[in-house]
């Protein structure tokens, strides 16, 4: 784990950083490039930035732009599939950090969320609730992936189910279901089926790799409310206002993707002064409440509970 920290002012003056990064495609991108984007601006740098969307081939076209623009360094955000032809195509020799990819033989360093710590979190206190509520009596944990088969997904999946064990002991296998929710939609559809198979009063404790299917399995019917208590992982805004409304939402592993610009380009500037980084470097997880989410993002737009 590394700790968040904003750059000094006009501290990299007269140098380019390169950014590859999408601005449309999804939530989390978004969040990382503008973090990235306004502690860039702070330390006085030129941004050279270029948005493939979701497209692999783009993500290379924009390296290889990058590798015309005498860029310093460079940073990629969830760059897909471009794998290492980015290295062979982009900017060669100058530090690289990626962000959410997997590793490339050209990085100087990646920055990403410990997914089964998010998870382990999750987990924990989610059994923390049941314990404490009816000593770990409940008739069934359901965890919900957004892809059953993802790295991300298995990891943070095993994440709560230790993170839960070490609350609720015993055996999970006689009392845990596993669905593949994919999206929002389908999160929703798959926790609904799940819950057909057991009796209206079953006491449900939900935990969800993701907030796009947590929001689609929190639209369960009234009728079952009372009898489900939920976790997830993000604490993205459409679910920190849900955690604040909805009471049988606990709180989330929050990611933090609004900072990660405070992890990335200090630790490139400090490749770029010939400093040593960490190969690896771990966004700080917290788990966030209705009570506690206050001290971390502006709540003022989310309904009281």
């Known amino acids: 784990m590394v700790p968040f920290r904003a750059v000094a002012p006009d501290s990299a003056v007269g140098q380019r950083i390169g950014l590859v990064a999408s601005n449309g495609s999804d939530s989390f991108s978004k969040a990382v490039a503008d973090s990235i984007v306004a502690q860039v601006q702070a330390a006085g740098a030129e941004l050279i930035s270029c948005d493939p969307g ?7 076209d924009c390296a ?58 999750a987990g924990m206190e989610l059994g923390r609730t049941s314990r404490i509520r009816d000593t770990c009596a409940h008739d069934a944990l ?6 059953a088969t993802s790295t991300v997904s298995k990891q943070r999946v095993d994440g709560i189910r230790a993170g839960f064990s070490t609350q609720c002991t015993g055996p999970l296998t006689s009392n845990e279901v596993l669905v593949d929710g994919g999206t929002q939609d389908r999160g929703y559809e798959a926790f609904t089926n799940a819950l057909t198979t057991m009796p209206d009063d079953a006491d449900i404790l939900l935990a ?24 997830a992982i993000g604490a993205g ?11 049988r939402w606990i709180g989330d592993a929050a990611l933090f993707p609004d900072r990660y610009g405070e992890v990335a380009v200090p630790a490139l500037l400090d490749a770029l002064h010939g400093q040593e980084i960490p190969r690896n470097m771990y966004i700080e997880t917290t788990f966030v409440t209705a009570d506690s989410l ?12």
């Open 54 to 60: 979701a497209n692999a081939t783009l993500a290379l």
């Open 208 to 231: 969800a790799v993701d907030d796009g299917v947590a929001l689609g399995a929190a639209a369960i019917p009234d009728a079952r409310a009372d009898h489900i208590t939920m976790a």
């Open 64 to 121: 290889r732009r990058l590798a015309t623009q005498q860029v310093d360094g460079w940073i990629t955000v969830k760059p897909g599939d471009a794998g290492e032809a980015l290295c062979a195509v982009g900017p060669q020799d100058v530090p690289l950090i990626t962000i959410a990819a997997a590793p490339l033989s050209c990085e100087t360093a990646e920055v990403g969320a410990n997914d089964e710590r998010a998870g382990f979190l």
């Open 142 to 147: 359901i965890i919900v992936t957004n892809n």
């Open 294 to 305: 206050g001290d971390y993002y502006d709540i003022s737009d989310c309904p009281v509970r």
């Open 237 to 247: 805004q459409p679910a920190r206002c849900e955690i604040i409304a909805n009471p």
